[in-house]
């Protein structure tokens, strides 16, 4: 690759990173009422601040009494979640797929970009975490220096890993090697930071293994042949991780914030049958128009993954929040839980109306008023009820 | 014969070009085929979205005759929903037109057999070809039995088989008495199957009529459709 190529490729590299962060402001900036932000946000600093202080100087009870274990998943939870982006599209298969150098050279600048990325928020969070390691845990600035750097290491393989995944493999296969991967890690994860510090040169050689091992993939990932589709795939899907979530809490479409909508790529092994009500059975014996609205939005909800994971996160930090905080922001959480997990079902209800199959028919206000309420009720209970049965267990034993 | 559609646009278009199509007058009567004639980006399918009421600017008057179950459009990229299998897709375009249960089964089993997609019944439209998915969205609008279908390129992605198919339920449909506008670029079908033709270059209707019709227009006596679409566009470009 010559000096002038070389000029091209980052510069189409730089203009996509560029073009990608206008696209994440576009969606916050256009969606978050900025008056009411700050009317939250201020207040939430100032409290979180106060504790944080507090959590410093060991006077705040409860947060010394998290166990490790949930904080070590937390972690874990934090690099599972990291994703390569490698900016790559589908057009370039049109003409940059030719051009083997530019596409390393994208795969490399991607791999550095998603490297720099998770160096700044495991700094935030350890920023965030370090009263808890060296107040509580007692922990020397060097085990949680080689912790940060543990934790680092981690979320760059597990991105490395995950992206060298291809489609290739039966779905079956896929999903029991991400099973597998998910489980073997966690363990490790968590018996390195448990029983590692105990040994002084243990997490310093864990650390040098993590590094040799994440260049080795790396290497393998810049010249992995065959899976630029499903790369495009992957990325279309982490541009709209966060946006979707922002438009669903929102209830407004893509158009409505002037940005181009999530293009569903086609998938090399597309699920023929639903994995649940597989002939298509259906949930009401009156098919009303309201009936099968509700029932629509209920499968359509039971069968996509994405929606699941979301709502497990949901009640996931529902339940964080309403097991482990003082006793008065357990009630204020469990307020919120109910607004938070409405508003989020709303939002997929307004998605799924937004999307273009809906539009080519007209439907009655009334009918689509009754089933939306139907709809969101039916996922509500069980979700809230979870949440209000682990606030009721942690009020009686506290 | 009623006339089914009444098109009649001095101008509309999109917000950065709001009179992409102009002089677009033309309609669709009872039992007739109707083919929108142009070559690509002539303004074909901004006419049908205009028809369709999917532009931020028009301005005309488009009128159906019927109030309810006015049109079916089935679009040239299917549009599904990607976690409904097929039968549910059906019965949700059922509900939308509130289709009873009785109707709905007999016309929905029928289209599964006439379409050869019954073994597809509960599959999800992700895992169809793009013929499958195109045939889907026939089905839904033979399902909702309109008095007027807007179909935008039907012949791309369809196989020989399932294009006979569907050209014979359209004949059948026209038979029955529905208006039928189809938008299409293949010239030597459209020939052969539409009764009248609106023939679109640079956003603009140029000719509308029959074939004999046009080819007194082009003074053209044995001309084919293809030789008229030649001729308005030869024309129009000369004069431009």
């Known amino acids: 690759m010559n000096a002038r190529n070389l000029g091209s490729a980052w510069q189409v590299f730089v203009k996509r990173v560029r073009s990608n962060g206008r696209f994440q402001r576009k969606i916050w900036t256009m969606t978050v009422d900025w008056v009411i932000a700050v009317y939250l946000i201020v207040p939430a600093v100032v409290i979180g601040g106060l504790y944080y202080r507090g959590f410093w100087q060991g006077n705040v009870q409860w947060f010394s009494a998290i166990p490790d274990v949930f904080v070590i998943l937390a972690l874990y939870v934090y690099v599972w979640t990291g994703r390569l982006r490698l900016f790559v599209e589908k057009a370039d298969q049109l003409f940059l797929r030719q051009k083997g150098a530019w596409m390393r050279s994208f795969m490399t600048w991607g791999s550095w970009y998603s490297f720099a990325l998770t160096v700044l928020s495991a700094g935030m969070l350890f920023v965030i975490l370090a009263p808890y390691f060296i107040v509580v845990q007692g922990m020397d600035v060097r085990t949680f220096g080689l912790a940060f750097l543990l934790v680092i290491l981690s979320r760059w393989h597990m991105m490395l890993i995950r992206s060298l995944q291809r489609t290739t493999a039966k779905r079956i296969g896929r999903w029991l090697s991400l099973g597998f991967l998910f489980v073997a890690g966690g363990l490790l994860f968590g018996w390195t930071l448990l029983r590692m510090p105990q040994w002084a040169l243990g997490m310093p050689l864990i650390c040098l293994v993590l590094f040799i091992s994440a260049l080795f993939l790396w290497r393998m990932k810049i010249n992995q042949r065959g899976n630029f589709l499903f790369d495009c795939i992957r990325e279309e899907k982490h541009k709209w991780r966060y946006a979707k979530w922002v438009l669903n809490m929102s209830s407004a479409s893509a158009a409505q914030m002037g940005v181009e909508p999530f293009m569903k790529q086609k998938a090399e092994h597309p699920r023929r049958s639903p994995w649940i009500f597989r002939q298509s059975k259906p949930l009401f014996q009156q098919r009303t128009p309201a009936n099968i609205l509700t029932e629509t939005y209920v499968k359509s909800f039971l069968r996509n993954r994405q929606h699941l994971l979301d709502f497990g996160k949901i009640i996931g930090l529902c339940t964080f929040g309403v097991a482990y905080l003082p006793l008065t922001l357990k009630w204020i959480m469990w307020i919120i839980s109910f607004f938070l997990i409405r508003q989020w079902l709303s939002g997929g209800w307004h998605e799924m109306m937004n999307s273009s199959f809906f539009k080519l028919f007209d439907w009655q206000e009334e009918d689509l008023n009754k089933a939306r309420q139907k709809a969101v009720r039916l996922i509500l209970i069980p979700g809230f009820l979870w949440v209000s049965i682990v606030l009721g267990l942690s009020v009686m034993f506290i | ?240």
């Open chain 2, 1 to 240: 014969m009623d006339v089914l559609l009444d098109v009649s646009v001095q101008h509309a278009g999109y917000t950065d070009h709001p009179q992409a199509v102009r002089d677009i007058h033309f309609s669709v009567r009872q039992g007739e085929l109707v083919g929108l004639i142009g070559a690509n980006g002539a303004g074909k399918s901004t006419t049908i979205k205009a028809i369709l009421n999917l532009l931020p600017h028009v301005n005309g008057e488009i009128s159906f005759k019927e109030e309810q179950n006015r049109y079916a459009y089935i679009p040239e990229q299917p549009i599904l929903y990607e976690d409904l299998t097929l039968w549910e897709h059906l019965e949700l375009a059922a509900a939308a037109f509130a289709i009873d249960a009785f109707r709905f089964e007999t016309r929905a089993n029928d289209l599964l057999d006439r379409f050869r997609m019954r073994e597809a019944k509960h599959h999800l439209p992700d895992s169809f070809s793009k013929g499958m998915q195109q045939k889907l969205m026939m089905m839904i609008a033979f399902l909702i039995d309109p008095s007027v279908y807007i179909v935008d390129e039907p012949f791309v992605g369809l196989d020989p088989k399932a294009t006979v198919d569907f050209l014979d339920l359209l004949d059948r449909k026209k038979k029955e008495g529905a208006g039928i506008l189809m938008s299409t670029h293949i010239l030597d079908t459209a020939e052969r199957i539409c009764d009248r033709f609106v023939l679109i270059h640079q956003g603009r209707c140029l000719a509308a009529g029959t074939l004999a019709e046009l080819r007194q227009h082009f003074d053209r006596p044995s001309a084919s459709l293809y030789d008229c679409f030649q001729a308005v566009v030869e024309d129009t470009d000369e004069r431009s």
